[in-house]
C-alpha cells in the first residue's frame, strides 16, 4: 500500500524558512512524477513544485519560483520542499503527491497518491 507522509509543517514569521518532508513508502517510486501542492482555505487546489523521482523535469509555480526548492533523498525515499522567504500568502495546507508515472505535471487530478498534508501558517 502507497503512503506518502509529510511532515515539517509550522508556524514561521514572513520572511522565514521551512523545510516540508515527503517519506513515501509502499512501493518503488524511481520512475514517479513527485509534486507538492497547496490549499488555502476557500481557495482551490495549486500547485506548487514537481519533478521527476531521478531529480530532472522540475517545474515551480511562478509564485513560488526562486523560493522554493523540491529535491529528493534516495536513501531515505524522501522528497523535500524547502520553502525560504515565505509570505503570508503562501500559508496554506501542504500536500505532497506521486504518480504511477513519471511525466511530471501540474495538474493535481493527474497525480494518483496522496499525503494527508501539514499545515504552513506564516505570519507577518
Known amino acids: 500500500q502507497v503512503q506518502l507522509a509529510e511532515s515539517g509543517g509550522g508556524l514561521v514569521q514572513a520572511g522565514g524558512s521551512l523545510r516540508l518532508s515527503c517519506a513515501a513508502s509502499g512501493r518503488t517510486f524511481s520512475n514517479s512524477a513527485m509534486g507538492w501542492f497547496r490549499q488555502a482555505p476557500g481557495k482551490e487546489r495549486e500547485f506548487v513544485a514537481a519533478m521527476r523521482w531521478s531529480g530532472t523535469n522540475t517545474y515551480y509555480a511562478d509564485s513560488v519560483k526562486g523560493r522554493f526548492t523540491i529535491s529528493r533523498d534516495n536513501a531515505k525515499n524522501t522528497v523535500y520542499l524547502q520553502m525560504n522567504s515565505l509570505k503570508p500568502e503562501d500559508t496554506a495546507v501542504y500536500y505532497c503527491?506521486?504518480?504511477?508515472?513519471?511525466?511530471?505535471?501540474?495538474?493535481?487530478?493527474?497525480?494518483?497518491?496522496w499525503g494527508q498534508g501539514t499545515q504552513v501558517t506564516v505570519s507577518s
Open positions: 503527491a506521486a504518480r504511477d508515472s513519471g511525466v511530471v505535471t501540474t495538474l493535481f487530478r493527474l497525480f494518483d497518491y
